[in-house]
């Protein structure tokens, strides 16, 4: 949460900065450090997935939650590299 929150800041100073009429180019390095927070909140959680819901599904035993488990990696990483 401490993350998002952070994020969420970036995000309405970046507003401020639009509203303000601020130089394009620090707009547009202020955007980059969003994404690249973005990208570390999701990291967390899909540690946090594996660490908990994967690992879940392969201490169950059920091969259907886990193929299940899989492939929802799978797809998550495959958005991932569009």
């Known amino acids: ?25 620090d707009i547009v390095t202020q955007l980059s450090a969003v994404r690249a927070a973005l990208r570390r909140v999701e990291d967390e959680v899909l540690r946090d997935h594996v660490a908990h819901c994967v690992e879940h599904a392969i201490a169950s035993g059920d091969a259907h939650e886990q193929r299940q488990k899989v492939a929802e990696l799978m797809e998550v990483f495959a958005r991932a590299e569009r």
Do not use: P, T
């Open 1 to 25: 949460m401490k993350r998002l929150n952070r994020v969420e800041g970036q995000v309405r100073g970046i507003a401020r900065m639009i509203d303000e009429d601020r130089y394009c180019i």
